[in-house]
T-cell receptor, first 110, second 112 residues
Framework: KQEVTQIPAALSVPEGENLVLNCSFT??????LQWFRQDPGKGLTSLLL?????REQTSGRLNASLDKSSGRSTLYIAASQPGDSATYLC?????????FGPGTSLSVIP | DTEVTQTPKHLVMGMTNKKSLKCEQH?????MYWYKQKAKKPPELMFV???????INESVPSRFSPECPNSSLLNLHLHALQPEDSALYLC???????????FGDGTRLSIL
C-alpha cells in the first residue's frame, strides 16, 4: 500500500524564520511530487510540482526538493510571513491518482 | 481566483433529499476528479473521469453518482446520504497522467 507521511504535524514559528517541511513516501514507481497549500475551509492551491526526473523546483520564497532514492521531499520556506499560515500537503501523483500526506499545519506568529 | 469553479459553496440537505454538486473548468483539461475531505484529514480520491469516461471509482457507495456531461463539466449527484457523508467535496482537473491537478474551492456539505 502506498503511504505518504509528513512531519511535523504542526509547526509554529516567529515571523522571518526559515523553515522546512518534510514529506516521505513508499514505492519509488514513476510519479510526480506536488506541494499544495490549503487555507481553512478552502480548496487546495498548487505551489510546486517536481517531476520524477527533477530534483528541485523554486518559486519565489519556496523551494521544493525531491530525493527519489530515499523517498523524501522537502519544502523550504524562506523568510516566513504571517500570510504563510496554512496547512501544507504533499501529494504523490502516479497516473491520475494523487495520494496525499496528512499535512503540516503552519502558524507564523507576527 | 481558482480556474476550477464549484457550486454551490455550501449545501445543507436532509438524508432523503436529492441534490447535485457541480464543477466546471475551461482549461481544456481532459481529466476531472472528485475528492472527499473530512476535517483535519487529507483529501481522498472518489472518482476520476478521463476523456469524459469514468476511469477510476474508489469503491464509493452508490448514493454518490458522478456524471461528466462534457469535457468542461463534472457533476456529483447525491441521494440518501448519511450524516457521515458531511465533508468538503473537492473537484480537480488536469491534463491527465502525471500532470499537476488544479483544485476548486470545494463544496461544504452538511447532512442533517
Amino acid at each position: 500500500k502506498q503511504e505518504v507521511t509528513q512531519i511535523p504535524a504542526a509547526l509554529s514559528v516567529p515571523e522571518g524564520e526559515n523553515l522546512v517541511l518534510n514529506c516521505s513516501f513508499t514505492d519509488s514507481a514513476i510519479y510526480n511530487l506536488q506541494w499544495f497549500r490549503q487555507d481553512p475551509g478552502k480548496g487546495l492551491t498548487s505551489l510546486l510540482l517536481i517531476q520524477s526526473s527533477q530534483r528541485e523546483q523554486t518559486s519565489g520564497r519556496l523551494n521544493a526538493s525531491l530525493d527519489k532514492s530515499s523517498g523524501r521531499s522537502t519544502l523550504y520556506i524562506a523568510a516566513s510571513q504571517p500570510g504563510d499560515s496554512a496547512t501544507y500537503l504533499c501529494g504523490k501523483t502516479s497516473y491520475d491518482k494523487v495520494i496525499f500526506g496528512p499535512g503540516t499545519s503552519l502558524s507564523v506568529i507576527p | 481566483d481558482t480556474e476550477v469553479t464549484q457550486t454551490p459553496k455550501h449545501l445543507v440537505m436532509g438524508m432523503t433529499n436529492k441534490k447535485s454538486l457541480k464543477c466546471e473548468q475551461h482549461m481544456g483539461h481532459r481529466a476531472m476528479y472528485w475528492y472527499k475531505q473530512k476535517a483535519k484529514k487529507p483529501p481522498e480520491l472518489m472518482f476520476v473521469y478521463s476523456y469524459e469516461k469514468l476511469s477510476i471509482n474508489e469503491s464509493v457507495p452508490s448514493r454518490f453518482s458522478p456524471e461528466c456531461p462534457n469535457s468542461s463539466l463534472l457533476n456529483l449527484h447525491l441521494h440518501a446520504l448519511q450524516p457521515e457523508d458531511s465533508a468538503l467535496y473537492l473537484c480537480a482537473s488536469s491534463r491527465g497522467g502525471l500532470q499537476p491537478q488544479h483544485f476548486g474551492d470545494g463544496t461544504r456539505l452538511s447532512i442533517l
